[in-house]
């Protein structure tokens, strides 16, 4: 979601409890902050968080910013496995949920 007048991604400080959610492309430190591209926007956030974030690149996060004294910034892993398809052949021969429960009583 680029920004229709400049071309470039938008910049964004979190207010609190406001989470930025996708996946860490990249992280710049310009000294007082950094600059971490989440999904398609640039998430401005504390230069000390540098350290938690490096080794999340590459990989889908979420931020929350809180109010809580001390943990101003949560970041978490989405280890949720990706969605499989499933082929509609396969789909039409599952078991009916009558037909489960008729089978777990054999």
Excluded at 41 to 67: C, Q
Excluded at 80 to 105: H, T, Y
Aim: with cysteine; glycine share 8%.
């Amino acid at each position: 979601m680029n920004d229709p007048e400049t071309g470039k991604n938008p910049e964004y400080m979190l207010h609190c409890w406001e989470e930025a959610v996708g996946t860490l492309l990249k992280i710049q430190n310009e000294g007082g902050f950094l600059r971490a591209v989440i999904g398609n926007i640039i998430v401005i956030l504390p230069y000390d968080m540098e350290d938690k974030l490096r080794p999340l690149i590459g990989k889908r996060i979420g931020v929350l910013r809180t109010d809580i004294p001390g943990k101003e910034y949560l970041i978490k892993e989405d280890h949720r496995k990706k969605a499989q398809a499933i082929d509609v052949e396969d789909a039409i021969n599952l078991a009916k949920p009558e037909e489960q429960s008729e089978k777990a009583r054999a």
